[in-house]
C-alpha cells in the first residue's frame, strides 16, 4: 500500500508559478513511475484525468504537449516525492492536480493522491 499526499497548489496570476509536491509513504520500494494528471472544471470522472507529466525510476521524462517548455517533473534521490514545477501558468491550466504512481508489481499496481486546486486567474 502506498499513501500519496499532495501540496502547493493555490491561487495565482496568469503568468506565475507554482510547485506542487507530492510524497509518498508505504511500500515505496516498488514505485516505478511517478506522474501528475490533472482534471479540468466539468470534469468529473476519474478517467477523464490528463496526463501533465510523469518520471520513471530511472529519470526518464515525459510531458503533454501543453506543458512541454513550461512545466518540469523532478524526483528526489529516494525516489519518493515528485515535484512539478510550473511556469509561465496559464487559464487553461487550472485543474485539480492529482498524484499518481504506478509500481513494477505484477500485475502493475495504481495509486492516486486525494488531489490539490490549481487555479489561475487572468
Known amino acids: 500500500q502506498v499513501h500519496l499526499v499532495e501540496s502547493g497548489g493555490g491561487l495565482v496570476q496568469a503568468g506565475g508559478s507554482l510547485r506542487l509536491s507530492c510524497a509518498a509513504s508505504?511500500?515505496?520500494?516498488?514505485?516505478?513511475?511517478m506522474a501528475w494528471y490533472r482534471q479540468a472544471p466539468g470534469k468529473q470522472r476519474e478517467w477523464q484525468r490528463d496526463?501533465?507529466?510523469?518520471?520513471?525510476?530511472?529519470?526518464?521524462?515525459n510531458y503533454a504537449d501543453s506543458v512541454k517548455g513550461r512545466f518540469t517533473i523532478s524526483r528526489d534521490n529516494a525516489g519518493n516525492t515528485a515535484y512539478l514545477q510550473m511556469n509561465s501558468l496559464k487559464n487553461e491550466d487550472t485543474a485539480v492536480y492529482y498524484c499518481?504512481?504506478?509500481?513494477?508489481?505484477?500485475?502493475?499496481?495504481?495509486?492516486w493522491g486525494q488531489g490539490t486546486q490549481v487555479t489561475v486567474s487572468s
Open positions: 508505504g511500500s515505496i520500494f516498488s514505485i516505478n513511475t
Open positions: 496526463l501533465v507529466a510523469a518520471i520513471t525510476s530511472g529519470g526518464t521524462t
Open positions: 499518481n504512481v504506478k509500481m513494477a508489481t505484477r500485475p502493475p499496481q495504481t495509486y
